[in-house]
């Protein structure tokens, strides 16, 4: 059996390739059009609240963080998280999910979005936002829209349009 060596960083701008390479092959070309990476085109992630695992030296799986003004809340949107498939089913997209939710509750934000499967993301924390609740650059399932809150009162601010904030 084959011994891993995880390690956890924060991303910096020499993981960029790698984590281009494992986007495509977790999603594919048409990742691009999705509406959650609508909200990414309109301005940078936050490399300091978004990481990597590597194993033995080798980036193997990332999640980023992108600024977003959801309605009346200052958040992050989580995404895209992917493990390429040799790290599949070892905890390591759940970890990097929990660093990142902590980074960015540390950081003062709101609420961390992603636009998810709830059976993977709510034993992680996640909630489901009220249906139609947000408004996307483009179509979104509004039952994969979810949220970590962090201020007691961030779904009754969560409606309006979702965007980049600075």
């Known amino acids: 059996m084959h011994k891993h060596d995880l390690v956890y960083l924060t991303e910096d701008a020499s993981h960029d390739a790698a984590i281009e390479h494992i986007n495509e092959e977790a999603f594919g070309p048409g990742r691009h059009t999705r ?15 978004s990481f990597i695992c590597t194993d033995d030296g080798e980036t193997i799986a990332s999640v980023r963080m992108t600024p977003v003004m959801a309605g009346a809340v200052k958040g992050h949107l989580l995404g895209p998280l992917a493990v390429r498939p040799s ?11 929990r660093i990142a939710v902590e980074a960015a509750r540390r950081r003062g934000s709101e609420a961390v979005i992603l636009v998810g499967d709830p059976p993977y993301y709510c034993p992680l924390g996640f909630e489901k936002v009220a249906y139609n609740a947000l408004a996307f650059p483009g179509p979104v399932d509004p039952a994969r829209v979810l949220v970590v809150p962090i201020s007691e009162d961030t779904h009754q601010r969560l409606k309006g349009t979702i965007g980049w904030r600075e």
């Open 35 to 49: 509406a959650a990476a609508r909200i990414r085109e309109q301005g940078p992630h936050d490399p300091s609240l």
């Open 87 to 97: 790290h599949k089913n070892m905890g390591i997209g759940r970890e990097l999910v």
